[in-house]
């Protein structure tokens, strides 16, 4: 029998990601996903719950749990395919050295993380046309979307965070995050109760984000005086007031579509600046 806090935090979440899915299209009859399952609390989380969804939902889906091993020393990649045939997931674990190359390509002192991101990122991209999946599913849920607004907005000078939906580059995958609008707070919660088989990042070695880690930290502040703060961010991005910000590309598409204010030039703006 169940304990009631996981009935309720499974009861949250799937209502977190029923309505991402709604709002983005996510997920569609016929898609075959692969679930990226590092070990971590999100991605497990993220797999149980869309098999739970698939059992549901009004359109019919396959999925496929994908696991890297990077070659990471003590990667225990033995108690996931265990996990696997246990639960009866269809699953693959894949193997390719990246944890040499990111030795490689990271100078000291710096954290190994964006290398080792992209590089899975690309392997896992390869093998959703290789095992005819036409979508890959990632566990980022709805602080992972916040902080990486703030470190753009900080550190990159950009405004633009992880999308629930997002097409590759080269056109061959979409990308989906149905923990999208899910705190960390509950998913952190769900994990320990479902007593899931967690592989912590720290095989490597690898530092803290320590940029990350600092957003984390302002947010935590800011909401010990402002609980709703996480919510409140998240529900900006779904509001953008184009017209309010001054990104000049939006000033050059208006007039692209015949919107005008009959406004003078920059040139003879320019021209009129004292010098």
Known sequence: MRRPDEARLEKS????MGRAIADFGLIEDGDRILVG??????????????????????????????????????????????????TGYDFRILKEDTYSVVLEKTPPGKTQCAVCSRLRRGILYNAAVDLGCNKIALGHH?????????????FAGSLKTMPPRLHSDDGRNTVIRPLAYAPESEIAAY??????????????????????????????????????????VLSAMGNVR??????????????????????????????????
């Open 191 to 232: 994990a320990a109760l479902r007593n899931f088989p967690i592989i912590p990042c720290d095989l490597c070695g690898s530092q803290e984000n320590l940029q990350r880690k600092r957003m984390k930290r302002m947010l935590d502040e800011l909401e010990r005086e402002h609980p709703h703060v996480r919510a409140s």
């Open 13 to 16: 979440l799937l209502g977190h």
């Open 242 to 275: 184009p017209s309010h910000l001054i990104d000049k590309s939006l000033r050059v598409r208006d007039v692209e579509a015949g919107v005008s204010n009959g406004g003078t030039g920059e040139s003879e703006w320019l021209a009129t600046s004292p010098q």
């Open 142 to 154: 709805r602080d992972d979307l916040v902080e990486t607004l703030l470190l753009n907005l900080f």
């Open 37 to 86: 399952v590092s070990g971590g609390k999100d991605s497990h989380t993220l797999l149980h719950l869309l098999s739970l969804l698939q059992a549901r939902a009004p359109v019919r889906f396959q999925l496929l749990a994908v696991t890297l091993d990077q070659g990471h020393p003590g990667f225990p990649a033995h108690r996931l395919e265990a996990y696997f045939r246990q």
